[in-house]
Nanobody, 122 residues
């Protein structure tokens, strides 16, 4: 059974940093791209970025470029989302998901975790 568990969310002040983790189980983790998305209240879910199988390729949405960094540790079945220079508009529930190829289309991700709440105060 494929399972993704996000953690690391919380309350942070604007300009601060947070690192989210996504721990995967139930599949050959190293064979998958892993992406992050977020959903703010009243808004559609938004693609944030993705990382390839071995971590030597990443792609970010404009909203994340330059402030967020995705990395992975296949030995730990874990992907990280390092967020810096946080803004109040980064407030959302953050999710990680698996895909078989590089994509920014959320519907092409096979599985998503339950999410972790990030709240950025001004």
């Amino acid at each position: 059974q494929v399972q993704l568990v996000e953690s690391g969310g919380g309350l942070e002040q604007a300009g601060g940093s947070l690192t989210l983790s996504c721990v995967a189980s139930g599949m050959s983790f190293h064979r998958y791209f892993v992406g992050w998305s977020r959903q703010a209240p009243g808004k559609e879910r938004e693609f944030i970025g993705s990382i390839n199988w071995n971590g030597d390729w990443t792609h970010y949405a404009d909203s994340a470029e330059g402030r967020f960094t995705i990395s992975r540790d296949n030995a730990k079945n874990t992907v990280y989302l390092q967020m810096s220079s946080l803004k109040p508009e980064d407030t959302a529930v953050y999710y990680c998901g698996l895909s078989a190829h590089a994509t920014v289309t959320l519907a092409e991700f096979q599985s998503w975790g339950q999410g972790t709440q990030v709240t950025v105060s001004s």
